[in-house]
Protein backbone atom coordinates (compact mmCIF):
# COMPACT_ATOMS: atom_id res chain seq x y z
CA UNK A 1 0.00 0.00 0.00
CA UNK A 2 1.30 3.51 -0.76
CA UNK A 3 2.97 5.56 2.03
CA UNK A 4 2.30 2.56 4.53
CA UNK A 5 4.30 3.73 7.96
CA UNK A 6 7.90 2.18 6.77
CA UNK A 7 10.55 1.71 9.42
CA UNK A 8 12.77 4.31 7.61
CA UNK A 9 13.12 6.73 5.08
CA UNK A 10 16.07 7.60 3.69
CA UNK A 11 16.27 11.25 1.88
CA UNK A 12 18.94 11.04 -1.36
CA UNK A 13 19.90 7.84 -2.88
CA UNK A 14 23.63 8.72 -3.28
CA UNK A 15 26.56 7.64 -1.54
CA UNK A 16 25.74 8.05 2.08
CA UNK A 17 21.76 7.24 1.63
CA UNK A 18 23.17 4.15 -0.20
CA UNK A 19 25.00 2.93 2.58
CA UNK A 20 21.95 3.18 5.23
CA UNK A 21 19.62 2.07 2.66
CA UNK A 22 21.83 -1.61 2.33
CA UNK A 23 22.76 -2.36 6.50
CA UNK A 24 18.98 -1.17 7.06
CA UNK A 25 17.10 -3.20 4.45
CA UNK A 26 20.03 -6.39 5.53
CA UNK A 27 18.84 -6.25 8.69
CA UNK A 28 15.31 -6.45 8.08
CA UNK A 29 13.87 -3.39 8.15
CA UNK A 30 11.33 -1.72 5.82
CA UNK A 31 13.36 0.97 3.86
CA UNK A 32 12.38 3.83 1.44
CA UNK A 33 14.86 6.07 -0.22
CA UNK A 34 12.65 9.43 -1.72
CA UNK A 35 15.07 10.88 -4.40
CA UNK A 36 14.57 14.31 -5.78
CA UNK A 37 16.00 12.82 -9.32
CA UNK A 38 15.61 10.01 -12.05
CA UNK A 39 16.52 6.53 -11.61
CA UNK A 40 19.39 5.99 -13.71
CA UNK A 41 19.88 3.23 -15.10
CA UNK A 42 23.34 1.61 -16.40
CA UNK A 43 22.05 2.33 -20.10
CA UNK A 44 21.54 5.67 -19.25
CA UNK A 45 25.37 5.99 -19.20
CA UNK A 46 26.51 7.40 -21.93
CA UNK A 47 30.40 7.94 -23.15
CA UNK A 48 29.54 11.67 -24.60
CA UNK A 49 29.93 14.98 -23.08
CA UNK A 50 26.88 15.65 -24.74
CA UNK A 51 24.70 13.00 -23.65
CA UNK A 52 26.48 13.29 -20.02
CA UNK A 53 24.44 16.85 -19.33
CA UNK A 54 21.56 14.99 -18.93
CA UNK A 55 22.71 13.49 -15.86
CA UNK A 56 23.69 16.57 -14.04
CA UNK A 57 20.80 19.27 -13.78
CA UNK A 58 20.86 18.67 -9.40
CA UNK A 59 17.29 20.40 -8.60
CA UNK A 60 16.56 24.18 -7.10
CA UNK A 61 19.10 26.28 -7.63
CA UNK A 62 21.62 27.70 -4.87
CA UNK A 63 21.80 31.24 -4.51
CA UNK A 64 25.82 31.24 -4.76
CA UNK A 65 27.64 34.16 -2.37
CA UNK A 66 31.26 35.37 -0.76
CA UNK A 67 34.33 35.96 -1.88
CA UNK A 68 34.56 32.49 -3.24
CA UNK A 69 31.42 31.31 -4.26
CA UNK A 70 31.19 27.44 -4.27
CA UNK A 71 30.66 25.47 -7.28
CA UNK A 72 27.24 24.01 -6.48
CA UNK A 73 25.75 22.94 -9.60
CA UNK A 74 28.92 20.95 -10.86
CA UNK A 75 29.32 19.21 -7.45
CA UNK A 76 25.84 18.43 -6.70
CA UNK A 77 24.18 15.38 -7.61
CA UNK A 78 21.23 14.27 -8.93
CA UNK A 79 19.02 11.25 -9.43
CA UNK A 80 19.76 7.71 -7.79
CA UNK A 81 23.61 7.33 -7.53
CA UNK A 82 23.99 11.20 -6.59
CA UNK A 83 27.16 12.65 -7.36
CA UNK A 84 28.99 9.31 -6.96
CA UNK A 85 27.00 8.20 -10.15
CA UNK A 86 29.78 10.29 -12.35
CA UNK A 87 32.28 11.17 -10.07
CA UNK A 88 35.92 10.26 -10.31
CA UNK A 89 36.32 7.52 -7.48
CA UNK A 90 39.54 8.99 -6.21
CA UNK A 91 39.51 7.12 -2.26
CA UNK A 92 42.11 8.54 -0.29
CA UNK A 93 41.45 8.36 3.79
CA UNK A 94 41.52 10.99 5.71
CA UNK A 95 44.99 11.10 7.82
CA UNK A 96 45.10 10.55 11.53
CA UNK A 97 46.02 14.44 12.03
CA UNK A 98 42.37 15.55 10.02
CA UNK A 99 40.33 13.89 13.12
CA UNK A 100 42.23 16.00 16.01
CA UNK A 101 43.50 19.38 14.57
CA UNK A 102 42.49 21.35 17.05
CA UNK A 103 44.24 19.06 19.78
CA UNK A 104 47.66 19.55 17.96
CA UNK A 105 47.12 22.73 16.59
CA UNK A 106 44.68 24.36 18.32
CA UNK A 107 43.61 25.81 15.14
CA UNK A 108 39.48 24.65 13.47
CA UNK A 109 37.81 22.06 15.14
CA UNK A 110 38.44 18.20 16.39
CA UNK A 111 36.33 15.32 15.36
CA UNK A 112 34.63 13.12 18.51
CA UNK A 113 36.70 10.47 16.99
CA UNK A 114 40.11 9.27 15.66
CA UNK A 115 41.38 7.78 12.72
CA UNK A 116 41.70 4.41 14.83
CA UNK A 117 37.51 4.42 15.15
CA UNK A 118 37.06 4.80 11.38
CA UNK A 119 40.23 2.78 10.47
CA UNK A 120 37.96 -0.80 10.37
CA UNK A 121 35.38 0.77 7.96
CA UNK A 122 37.99 2.02 5.47
CA UNK A 123 39.25 -1.71 5.33
CA UNK A 124 35.21 -2.69 4.91
CA UNK A 125 33.94 -0.76 2.37
CA UNK A 126 37.25 -1.05 0.08
CA UNK A 127 36.20 -4.97 0.44
CA UNK A 128 32.53 -3.64 -0.03
CA UNK A 129 32.50 -2.04 -3.08
CA UNK A 130 35.87 -2.56 -4.45
CA UNK A 131 39.03 -0.27 -4.70
CA UNK A 132 42.34 -1.09 -6.22
CA UNK A 133 45.55 0.51 -4.93
CA UNK A 134 49.07 -0.17 -2.80
CA UNK A 135 47.80 0.18 0.91
CA UNK A 136 51.38 -1.46 1.93
CA UNK A 137 52.70 2.16 -0.05
CA UNK A 138 50.63 4.44 1.56
CA UNK A 139 51.34 2.99 4.73
CA UNK A 140 54.53 5.47 4.93
CA UNK A 141 52.01 8.19 6.11
CA UNK A 142 49.49 6.19 7.94
CA UNK A 143 48.41 2.82 10.40
CA UNK A 144 48.46 -0.47 8.80
CA UNK A 145 45.19 -1.54 7.67
CA UNK A 146 44.23 -4.70 5.89
CA UNK A 147 45.41 -4.63 1.68
CA UNK A 148 43.09 -3.25 -1.00
CA UNK A 149 41.42 -5.98 -2.66
CA UNK A 150 42.41 -5.17 -6.07
CA UNK A 151 46.44 -4.41 -7.24
CA UNK A 152 46.50 -0.37 -8.40
CA UNK A 153 45.66 0.00 -11.73
CA UNK A 154 47.68 0.34 -14.85
CA UNK A 155 49.44 3.45 -15.58
CA UNK A 156 50.03 5.34 -18.51
CA UNK A 157 52.90 7.65 -19.62
CA UNK A 158 51.32 10.98 -19.10
CA UNK A 159 50.99 9.71 -15.48
CA UNK A 160 54.49 8.37 -14.75
CA UNK A 161 55.83 11.43 -16.38
CA UNK A 162 55.17 13.69 -13.01
CA UNK A 163 56.83 11.17 -10.65
CA UNK A 164 60.25 12.21 -11.09
CA UNK A 165 59.56 16.16 -11.46
CA UNK A 166 57.89 15.33 -7.93
CA UNK A 167 60.90 13.61 -6.57
CA UNK A 168 62.93 15.78 -7.32
CA UNK A 169 61.11 18.34 -4.52
CA UNK A 170 61.00 15.17 -2.35
CA UNK A 171 57.39 14.30 -2.70
CA UNK A 172 57.40 10.33 -3.12
CA UNK A 173 53.97 9.32 -5.44
CA UNK A 174 53.05 6.00 -5.20
CA UNK A 175 49.69 4.68 -7.32
CA UNK A 176 46.68 6.03 -6.53
CA UNK A 177 43.93 4.66 -4.49
CA UNK A 178 40.45 4.59 -6.58
CA UNK A 179 37.17 2.92 -6.52
CA UNK A 180 37.58 0.97 -9.99
CA UNK A 181 38.46 -2.68 -10.86
CA UNK A 182 41.66 -3.09 -12.31
CA UNK A 183 40.23 -6.67 -12.10
CA UNK A 184 37.10 -8.49 -12.54
CA UNK A 185 35.38 -8.02 -9.05
CA UNK A 186 32.16 -9.39 -7.61
CA UNK A 187 30.84 -10.27 -10.94
CA UNK A 188 31.93 -6.16 -12.06
CA UNK A 189 34.69 -6.13 -15.04
CA UNK A 190 38.13 -4.69 -15.12
CA UNK A 191 38.10 -1.62 -16.48
CA UNK A 192 39.14 -0.65 -20.23
CA UNK A 193 40.98 2.87 -19.47
CA UNK A 194 38.94 5.00 -22.45
CA UNK A 195 38.73 7.77 -19.77
CA UNK A 196 34.65 7.96 -19.61
CA UNK A 197 34.36 8.23 -16.01
CA UNK A 198 33.14 11.55 -15.52
CA UNK A 199 30.29 10.96 -17.46
CA UNK A 200 29.26 7.61 -15.35
CA UNK A 201 31.13 4.22 -15.80
CA UNK A 202 28.44 2.25 -17.98
CA UNK A 203 30.72 -1.06 -17.59
CA UNK A 204 30.41 -0.90 -13.77
CA UNK A 205 34.17 -1.06 -13.01
CA UNK A 206 33.70 2.10 -11.55
CA UNK A 207 31.90 1.46 -7.97
CA UNK A 208 29.50 4.16 -8.36
CA UNK A 209 26.38 3.30 -5.58
CA UNK A 210 24.02 1.73 -7.92
CA UNK A 211 26.20 -0.76 -8.44
CA UNK A 212 27.47 -1.56 -4.77
CA UNK A 213 25.47 0.09 -1.62
CA UNK A 214 21.78 0.62 -3.21
CA UNK A 215 22.50 -3.27 -5.09
CA UNK A 216 22.67 -4.50 -2.33
CA UNK A 217 20.00 -2.59 -0.52
CA UNK A 218 17.36 -3.70 -3.92
CA UNK A 219 17.69 -7.51 -3.12
CA UNK A 220 16.94 -7.09 0.20
CA UNK A 221 14.12 -5.22 -0.50
CA UNK A 222 14.50 -1.46 -0.03
CA UNK A 223 12.02 0.75 -2.15
CA UNK A 224 14.05 3.53 -4.25
CA UNK A 225 11.04 6.07 -5.26
CA UNK A 226 12.88 7.96 -7.92
CA UNK A 227 11.41 11.95 -9.07
CA UNK A 228 10.61 12.33 -5.20
CA UNK A 229 11.57 15.83 -3.47
CA UNK A 230 11.63 15.86 0.02
CA UNK A 231 10.55 19.31 1.78
CA UNK A 232 10.26 19.22 5.09
CA UNK A 233 11.22 16.53 8.28
CA UNK A 234 7.89 15.89 10.36
CA UNK A 235 8.18 15.31 13.99
CA UNK A 236 5.28 14.24 16.26
CA UNK A 237 2.62 17.01 18.21
CA UNK A 238 5.23 17.45 21.32
CA UNK A 239 8.47 17.72 18.96
CA UNK A 240 10.13 15.33 20.50
CA UNK A 241 10.70 12.85 17.75
CA UNK A 242 10.96 13.21 13.94
CA UNK A 243 7.64 11.00 12.51
CA UNK A 244 8.53 10.94 9.22
CA UNK A 245 8.78 13.41 5.70
CA UNK A 246 6.78 15.69 3.77
CA UNK A 247 7.52 14.92 -0.36
CA UNK A 248 6.65 15.99 -3.61
CA UNK A 249 6.09 12.77 -6.19
CA UNK A 250 6.83 12.43 -9.81
CA UNK A 251 3.40 14.27 -10.74
CA UNK A 252 4.46 17.12 -8.09
CA UNK A 253 1.48 16.12 -5.85
CA UNK A 254 2.12 16.53 -2.03
CA UNK A 255 2.60 13.08 -0.44
CA UNK A 256 3.41 12.04 3.56
CA UNK A 257 5.72 9.04 4.44
CA UNK A 258 5.79 8.22 7.81
CA UNK A 259 8.85 6.41 9.28
CA UNK A 260 10.05 5.30 12.64
CA UNK A 261 13.60 6.45 11.35
CA UNK A 262 14.22 9.48 9.02
CA UNK A 263 17.95 9.84 7.45
CA UNK A 264 18.98 12.79 5.96
CA UNK A 265 21.54 11.64 2.76
CA UNK A 266 20.91 14.87 0.24
CA UNK A 267 24.53 16.59 0.70
CA UNK A 268 25.69 19.24 2.96
CA UNK A 269 23.95 21.77 1.17
CA UNK A 270 20.38 20.36 1.16
CA UNK A 271 20.42 18.34 4.63
CA UNK A 272 21.04 22.08 6.04
CA UNK A 273 18.12 23.20 4.02
CA UNK A 274 15.72 20.62 4.90
CA UNK A 275 16.39 21.32 8.71
CA UNK A 276 16.06 24.87 8.41
CA UNK A 277 12.99 24.29 6.62
CA UNK A 278 11.51 21.87 9.25
CA UNK A 279 10.83 24.57 11.58
CA UNK A 280 7.65 24.21 14.30
CA UNK A 281 6.49 25.93 16.87
CA UNK A 282 8.50 24.14 19.20
CA UNK A 283 11.40 24.04 16.43
CA UNK A 284 11.12 27.64 16.24
CA UNK A 285 14.90 28.13 14.24
CA UNK A 286 14.53 24.97 12.44
CA UNK A 287 15.33 21.52 13.60
CA UNK A 288 17.71 20.37 16.01
CA UNK A 289 18.61 23.97 15.94
CA UNK A 290 18.48 25.49 19.04
CA UNK A 291 22.17 25.99 19.03
CA UNK A 292 21.86 28.07 16.12
CA UNK A 293 24.39 25.71 14.46
CA UNK A 294 22.77 24.11 11.38
CA UNK A 295 24.04 25.40 8.42
CA UNK A 296 27.04 26.63 9.49
CA UNK A 297 30.72 25.51 9.10
CA UNK A 298 30.87 25.23 4.95
CA UNK A 299 33.82 24.15 3.84
CA UNK A 300 35.10 23.09 0.64
CA UNK A 301 38.91 22.19 -0.71
CA UNK A 302 40.59 24.92 -3.65
CA UNK A 303 42.32 22.89 -6.40
CA UNK A 304 45.53 24.35 -7.80
CA UNK A 305 45.51 22.94 -10.78
CA UNK A 306 48.89 23.06 -13.11
CA UNK A 307 48.96 22.29 -16.43
CA UNK A 308 51.45 21.57 -18.54
CA UNK A 309 52.43 20.50 -22.02
CA UNK A 310 55.44 17.68 -22.32
CA UNK A 311 57.19 17.16 -26.23
CA UNK A 312 56.34 14.06 -26.99
CA UNK A 313 53.43 11.46 -27.48
CA UNK A 314 52.06 11.05 -23.20
CA UNK A 315 48.97 9.05 -24.58
CA UNK A 316 47.10 11.60 -22.43
CA UNK A 317 43.52 9.87 -24.09
CA UNK A 318 44.41 6.68 -21.58
CA UNK A 319 43.14 5.86 -18.55
CA UNK A 320 40.19 6.74 -16.50
CA UNK A 321 39.61 10.51 -14.62
CA UNK A 322 40.72 8.93 -11.69
CA UNK A 323 44.19 9.54 -10.43
CA UNK A 324 46.91 7.37 -11.35
CA UNK A 325 49.53 8.22 -8.70
CA UNK A 326 49.34 10.31 -5.26
CA UNK A 327 51.50 11.67 -2.68
CA UNK A 328 50.58 12.73 1.03
CA UNK A 329 53.93 14.79 1.54
CA UNK A 330 52.46 17.77 1.59
CA UNK A 331 49.33 16.61 4.02
CA UNK A 332 51.28 17.91 7.32
CA UNK A 333 48.68 20.70 8.42
CA UNK A 334 52.45 23.10 8.35
CA UNK A 335 53.55 21.76 5.25
CA UNK A 336 54.75 24.80 3.92
CA UNK A 337 55.79 27.84 5.98
CA UNK A 338 53.49 30.97 5.42
CA UNK A 339 50.12 28.53 4.63
CA UNK A 340 48.26 26.30 7.12
CA UNK A 341 46.32 23.08 6.12
CA UNK A 342 46.70 19.67 4.49
CA UNK A 343 47.22 19.31 0.36
CA UNK A 344 46.36 16.09 -1.57
CA UNK A 345 48.72 15.79 -4.48
CA UNK A 346 47.19 13.64 -7.67
CA UNK A 347 48.42 13.13 -11.01
CA UNK A 348 47.16 11.25 -13.91
CA UNK A 349 43.96 12.18 -15.00
CA UNK A 350 42.76 10.85 -18.58
CA UNK A 351 42.36 14.24 -20.69
CA UNK A 352 39.10 14.72 -23.24
CA UNK A 353 39.94 17.66 -26.29
CA UNK A 354 38.07 19.66 -23.96
CA UNK A 355 40.01 19.57 -20.97
CA UNK A 356 42.94 20.99 -22.58
CA UNK A 357 41.22 23.59 -24.98
CA UNK A 358 39.36 25.04 -21.69
CA UNK A 359 42.94 25.92 -20.05
CA UNK A 360 44.11 28.31 -23.04
CA UNK A 361 40.54 30.73 -23.64
CA UNK A 362 42.86 33.74 -24.72
CA UNK A 363 43.86 31.54 -27.90
CA UNK A 364 41.83 31.89 -30.91
CA UNK A 365 42.73 31.29 -34.99
CA UNK A 366 45.92 30.04 -35.68
CA UNK A 367 47.47 30.88 -32.08
CA UNK A 368 44.30 28.07 -30.84
CA UNK A 369 45.05 25.83 -33.33
CA UNK A 370 48.65 25.33 -33.21
CA UNK A 371 47.75 24.91 -29.28
CA UNK A 372 45.34 21.78 -30.38
CA UNK A 373 48.31 19.81 -31.96
CA UNK A 374 50.56 20.22 -29.07
CA UNK A 375 47.60 19.89 -26.40
CA UNK A 376 46.48 16.41 -28.42
CA UNK A 377 49.84 14.67 -27.60
CA UNK A 378 51.53 16.15 -24.66
CA UNK A 379 48.94 18.05 -22.37
CA UNK A 380 48.86 16.44 -18.83
CA UNK A 381 47.57 18.42 -15.54
CA UNK A 382 47.80 17.76 -12.33
CA UNK A 383 45.31 18.57 -8.90
CA UNK A 384 46.69 19.88 -5.42
CA UNK A 385 43.43 19.77 -3.59
CA UNK A 386 44.07 22.61 -0.48
CA UNK A 387 41.74 22.11 2.88
CA UNK A 388 39.52 24.98 4.08
CA UNK A 389 38.86 25.68 7.87
CA UNK A 390 35.65 25.57 9.34
CA UNK A 391 34.01 29.36 10.27
CA UNK A 392 31.25 30.24 11.31
CA UNK A 393 30.61 32.79 8.60
CA UNK A 394 30.71 30.47 6.02
CA UNK A 395 26.84 29.02 6.07
CA UNK A 396 23.98 28.03 4.32
CA UNK A 397 20.58 30.25 5.46
CA UNK A 398 17.21 29.97 3.53
CA UNK A 399 16.33 32.89 0.98
CA UNK A 400 13.24 34.85 0.07
CA UNK A 401 12.92 33.19 -2.99
CA UNK A 402 11.38 29.63 -3.46
CA UNK A 403 11.65 26.58 -5.70
CA UNK A 404 8.70 24.84 -7.55
CA UNK A 405 7.58 23.23 -4.14
CA UNK A 406 6.82 26.33 -2.82
CA UNK A 407 10.37 25.62 -0.82
CA UNK A 408 12.77 28.38 0.12
CA UNK A 409 16.12 28.28 -1.35
CA UNK A 410 18.94 27.71 -0.12
CA UNK A 411 21.85 31.23 0.27
CA UNK A 412 25.48 29.17 0.74
CA UNK A 413 27.73 32.28 1.32
CA UNK A 414 31.95 30.99 0.96
CA UNK A 415 34.82 32.98 1.51
CA UNK A 416 38.29 31.36 1.98
CA UNK A 417 40.49 32.90 4.84
CA UNK A 418 44.02 33.55 4.55
CA UNK A 419 45.63 30.39 4.87
CA UNK A 420 43.33 28.81 2.35
CA UNK A 421 44.51 31.07 -0.11
CA UNK A 422 48.01 31.20 1.14
CA UNK A 423 47.65 27.57 0.52
CA UNK A 424 46.26 27.43 -2.98
CA UNK A 425 48.95 29.71 -3.99
CA UNK A 426 51.72 27.73 -2.52
CA UNK A 427 50.54 24.58 -3.83
CA UNK A 428 50.60 26.18 -7.22
CA UNK A 429 54.36 27.38 -6.94
CA UNK A 430 54.91 23.74 -5.73
CA UNK A 431 52.94 21.95 -8.85
CA UNK A 432 54.77 24.44 -11.37
CA UNK A 433 58.48 23.74 -9.70
CA UNK A 434 57.47 19.71 -9.88
CA UNK A 435 56.66 20.14 -13.92
CA UNK A 436 59.72 22.03 -14.50
CA UNK A 437 61.68 19.37 -12.83
CA UNK A 438 59.94 16.61 -14.87
CA UNK A 439 60.85 18.62 -17.96
CA UNK A 440 57.55 20.34 -19.50
CA UNK A 441 57.96 22.43 -21.90
CA UNK A 442 55.20 24.62 -21.19
CA UNK A 443 53.67 25.28 -17.78
CA UNK A 444 50.83 27.53 -16.91
CA UNK A 445 48.16 28.03 -14.52
CA UNK A 446 44.67 29.70 -13.91
CA UNK A 447 44.85 32.24 -11.32
CA UNK A 448 41.12 34.39 -12.34
CA UNK A 449 39.67 32.42 -9.53
CA UNK A 450 40.09 30.04 -6.88
CA UNK A 451 38.40 26.47 -8.11
CA UNK A 452 36.36 25.03 -4.90
CA UNK A 453 35.46 21.74 -4.82
CA UNK A 454 33.32 18.84 -2.29
CA UNK A 455 31.25 20.62 -0.30
CA UNK A 456 31.52 19.88 3.48
CA UNK A 457 29.91 21.08 6.99
CA UNK A 458 26.87 22.67 7.81
CA UNK A 459 25.44 19.71 10.73
CA UNK A 460 29.08 18.96 11.76
CA UNK A 461 29.80 16.21 14.56
CA UNK A 462 30.36 17.13 17.99
CA UNK A 463 30.67 15.90 21.39
CA UNK A 464 27.34 17.27 22.49
CA UNK A 465 24.26 19.63 22.03
CA UNK A 466 26.80 22.65 22.77
CA UNK A 467 29.09 22.55 19.92
CA UNK A 468 27.61 20.31 16.93
CA UNK A 469 24.16 19.72 15.51
CA UNK A 470 25.09 15.79 15.78
CA UNK A 471 27.30 13.20 17.48
CA UNK A 472 29.96 10.97 15.82
CA UNK A 473 27.28 8.49 13.85
CA UNK A 474 24.93 11.47 12.81
CA UNK A 475 22.84 10.70 15.22
CA UNK A 476 20.86 14.37 15.84
CA UNK A 477 21.27 15.52 19.40
CA UNK A 478 18.09 16.98 19.91
CA UNK A 479 15.80 14.26 18.06
CA UNK A 480 17.11 10.91 18.65
CA UNK A 481 15.58 9.11 15.90
CA UNK A 482 16.71 11.58 13.10
CA UNK A 483 20.02 10.95 11.54
CA UNK A 484 22.06 12.64 9.26
CA UNK A 485 24.51 11.47 6.89
CA UNK A 486 27.52 12.26 4.18
CA UNK A 487 30.05 15.39 4.42
CA UNK A 488 27.28 17.77 6.00
CA UNK A 489 28.80 16.00 8.99
CA UNK A 490 32.45 16.60 8.87
CA UNK A 491 33.63 19.28 11.77
CA UNK A 492 36.95 19.52 9.21
CA UNK A 493 37.68 18.55 6.27
CA UNK A 494 41.41 17.39 5.74
CA UNK A 495 42.43 18.07 1.98
CA UNK A 496 42.20 14.18 0.62
CA UNK A 497 38.53 13.47 -1.41
CA UNK A 498 35.94 12.91 0.45
CA UNK A 499 34.15 9.84 -0.38
CA UNK A 500 35.70 6.88 1.12
CA UNK A 501 35.14 8.65 4.25
CA UNK A 502 31.82 9.12 4.04
CA UNK A 503 31.15 5.78 3.20
CA UNK A 504 33.24 4.76 6.19
CA UNK A 505 31.38 7.39 8.22
CA UNK A 506 28.11 6.24 6.93
CA UNK A 507 29.11 2.73 7.49
CA UNK A 508 29.80 3.19 10.92
CA UNK A 509 26.65 5.06 11.99
CA UNK A 510 24.19 2.64 9.89
CA UNK A 511 25.53 -0.24 11.71
CA UNK A 512 24.93 1.39 15.49
CA UNK A 513 21.88 2.41 14.25
CA UNK A 514 21.12 -1.31 13.28
CA UNK A 515 22.53 -2.52 16.68
CA UNK A 516 20.41 0.10 18.92
CA UNK A 517 17.23 0.36 16.66
CA UNK A 518 15.15 -0.64 19.74
CA UNK A 519 16.55 2.33 21.63
CA UNK A 520 16.43 4.48 18.80
CA UNK A 521 13.35 3.60 16.77
CA UNK A 522 11.23 2.11 19.93
C1 LIG B 1 32.29 15.53 -11.17
C2 LIG B 1 32.50 15.05 -9.77
C3 LIG B 1 33.66 14.36 -9.46
C4 LIG B 1 33.86 13.90 -8.16
N1 LIG B 1 34.99 13.17 -7.89
C5 LIG B 1 35.19 12.69 -6.64
C6 LIG B 1 36.31 11.86 -6.35
O1 LIG B 1 37.12 11.55 -7.22
N2 LIG B 1 36.46 11.41 -5.09
C7 LIG B 1 35.59 11.76 -4.10
O2 LIG B 1 35.80 11.35 -2.96
N3 LIG B 1 34.50 12.52 -4.35
C8 LIG B 1 34.28 12.98 -5.59
N4 LIG B 1 33.17 13.73 -5.87
C9 LIG B 1 32.27 14.06 -4.75
C10 LIG B 1 31.32 12.91 -4.40
O3 LIG B 1 30.56 12.56 -5.51
C11 LIG B 1 30.45 13.36 -3.22
O4 LIG B 1 31.32 13.66 -2.14
C12 LIG B 1 29.48 12.30 -2.75
O5 LIG B 1 28.69 11.79 -3.78
C13 LIG B 1 28.58 12.91 -1.66
O6 LIG B 1 27.77 11.90 -1.13
P1 LIG B 1 26.35 12.26 -0.52
O7 LIG B 1 25.69 10.98 -0.18
O8 LIG B 1 26.50 13.27 0.55
O9 LIG B 1 25.59 13.00 -1.72
P2 LIG B 1 25.18 12.48 -3.17
O10 LIG B 1 25.95 11.28 -3.56
O11 LIG B 1 25.25 13.64 -4.09
O12 LIG B 1 23.66 12.07 -2.98
C14 LIG B 1 22.69 13.01 -2.57
C15 LIG B 1 21.38 12.68 -3.26
O13 LIG B 1 20.34 13.38 -2.58
C16 LIG B 1 19.37 13.77 -3.54
N5 LIG B 1 18.57 14.86 -2.96
C17 LIG B 1 18.99 16.13 -2.68
N6 LIG B 1 17.97 16.83 -2.16
C18 LIG B 1 16.91 16.02 -2.08
C19 LIG B 1 15.57 16.17 -1.64
N7 LIG B 1 15.14 17.34 -1.13
N8 LIG B 1 14.73 15.12 -1.73
C20 LIG B 1 15.15 13.91 -2.22
N9 LIG B 1 16.41 13.72 -2.68
C21 LIG B 1 17.28 14.76 -2.60
C22 LIG B 1 20.20 14.19 -4.73
O14 LIG B 1 19.42 14.18 -5.92
C23 LIG B 1 21.31 13.14 -4.71
O15 LIG B 1 21.00 12.04 -5.53
C24 LIG B 1 32.91 14.18 -7.15
C25 LIG B 1 31.74 14.86 -7.48
C26 LIG B 1 31.54 15.29 -8.77
C27 LIG B 1 30.26 16.00 -9.12
S1 LIG C 1 37.93 4.34 -17.65
FE1 LIG C 1 37.35 2.47 -16.55
S2 LIG C 1 36.16 3.22 -14.76
FE2 LIG C 1 36.30 4.93 -16.25
S3 LIG C 1 34.44 4.77 -17.53
FE3 LIG C 1 36.05 3.58 -18.59
S4 LIG C 1 35.81 1.46 -17.84
FE4 LIG C 1 34.69 2.81 -16.42
Known amino acids: MANEKVDVVIVGAGASGSVYASVLA ?19 LISSEMWGRRIRPAGAPFLLEGKNPFGYAGQAGWGVGGAALHYFANHPRFLPNDYKIKSEHNRALDWPISYQDVAPFYDKVAHDIGMSGDAKAEEKWRPAGQSYPMPPMKTFRHGEIWVKGFESLGIRMVPAPVAMNSTEFKGRPACIYDGWCHVGCPTGALANPTVTYLSEARKAKAEVRALCSVTRVL ?90 YMS ?47 AARGFTRISMFGEGLPNIENRIELA ?90 FPTEGASNPTYTILAVSLRGAEQLAAKWATVAG
Open 26 to 44: KAGKKVVLLEAGPDWQMSD
Open 400 to 489: SDKDEFGMPLGRLTHSFDQDAVALWNANLEEGQKAAKAAGAKEVWVGRAAIPTTHLHGGTIMGTDAANSVVNSFGQCHELPNLYVAGPSI
Open 328 to 374: YDRYGKTSYKDAFGSTYITCGAAQKTHDFASTRPDLFGPDLHDYMKR
Open 235 to 324: TNAQGTKVAGVEYYDEKKVRQVQEANVVVLAAWSGQNSRLLLNSATDQHSKGLNNSNGLVGKYMMTHSIAGINAIFDEDIQNHLGTIGAQ
